[in-house]
């Protein structure tokens, strides 16, 4: 499964899909905390896809024998096999954001016995992705009753409590996930963990999740912009700076588009240097892109103030 990011303003630029593939609007509740642990791309869904079609195929022969009486009905080995079948193609849907598609698989999945961890994974990234966050809930913590070392679960688990407030449950989880030196969205983890711990007000602890997560993976635009504007608030304005720079090398490389936070950010940089260009210029774009947001108001007032 994807490994899931929180969502924020910034993270239309800096999320890996929560941050691998991404799910649609209504579905991003979720942040940078990026990704399902799916494949990210295109061609690689559709990889996916193809695989799965195998399963397709012994499904389709399975369900033909489960219609024919003359055949009697599947046996337990044949149903097992059938819902892992399912379940793949319900994991690739998913990842190719057909979630129609993905539910129909889900379901009969669960019509041929599924009750794992992974069917319970799956059903609890559908329901949040239809807005149904108590299901979702009760789907993450039945596929951890099962799988409690599922660090994709806690992770994607984490996003979801996050996206209800719940900061402080989510960090837990995101705590635990990036406990696993084994786990690949590790990094995505640690920064999920650093939101968590901003908004808890716990600035050292979030410093040191996004510090963690660049060590791991150095392309990660949330961790770059929060860990500059941390070190600003603890007055080293030197490494704020650098990571600042790094931040926006890292957006243009991946095309991104930069959000409000950035944009006042570099504003208020620009301005400690006294580059008016940079400040009219990062100005001009958020006043464009965002005029109703309240950093654009905080714009106007460093500039009125200045």
Not at 25 to 48: G, H, I
Not at 133 to 147: M, N, S, V, W
Not at 223 to 241: F, I, P, T, Y
Request: charged residues 20%; contains cysteine.
């Amino acid at each position: 499964m994807n490994v899931h990011a929180v969502a924020s303003h910034e993270d239309s630029a800096a999320a890996r899909g929560m941050t691998a593939a991404r799910l649609s609007s209504r579905a991003r509740v979720f942040l940078s905390f990026c990704a399902r642990d799916l494949p990210s791309s295109c061609a690689q869904s559709q990889d996916l896809i193809g695989k799965a079609l195998s399963g397709v195929l012994l499904a389709t022969v399975f369900a033909a024998c489960a219609a024919s009486p003359a055949q009697g009905p599947l046996s337990a080995d044949s149903r097992n096999a059938a819902a892992r079948d399912y379940l793949a193609l319900a994991k690739a849907w998913l990842d190719a954001g057909d979630f129609a598609a993905a539910e129909r698989h889900l379901e009969h999945a669960l019509s041929l016995g599924a009750d794992s961890a992974e069917s319970h994974h799956i059903a609890a990234l559908l329901a949040a992705a239809n807005a149904e966050p108590e299901q979702a809930g009760d789907h993450y913590l039945r596929a951890l009753a099962q799988a409690p070392d599922g660090s994709a679960i806690r992770n994607n688990y984490g996003v979801l409590l996050f996206s209800q407030g719940r900061a402080g449950e989510a960090a837990g989880q995101f705590r635990a996930a990036a406990a696993d030196s084994a786990y690949a969205g590790r990094a995505w983890a640690l920064e999920n963990l650093g939101r968590s711990r901003l908004l808890l007000e716990d600035w050292q602890g979030a410093r040191e999740a996004f510090t963690a997560a660049l060590e791991i993976h150095g392309e990660l635009p949330v961790s770059a912009l929060e860990l500059a504007l941390l070190h600003r608030r603890g007055g080293d304005l030197a490494a704020a700076r650098r990571l600042f720079a790094d931040y926006l090398a890292m957006m243009e490389n991946q095309g991104l588009k930069l959000g409000p936070k950035a944009l006042f950010a570099g504003a208020e940089f620009a301005l400690r240097e006294g580059n008016r260009d940079q400040v009219e210029e990062f100005g001009s774009i958020l006043g464009t892109l965002y005029p109703e947001t309240a950093e654009y108001r905080a714009y106007r007032n460093l500039i009125d103030g200045d």
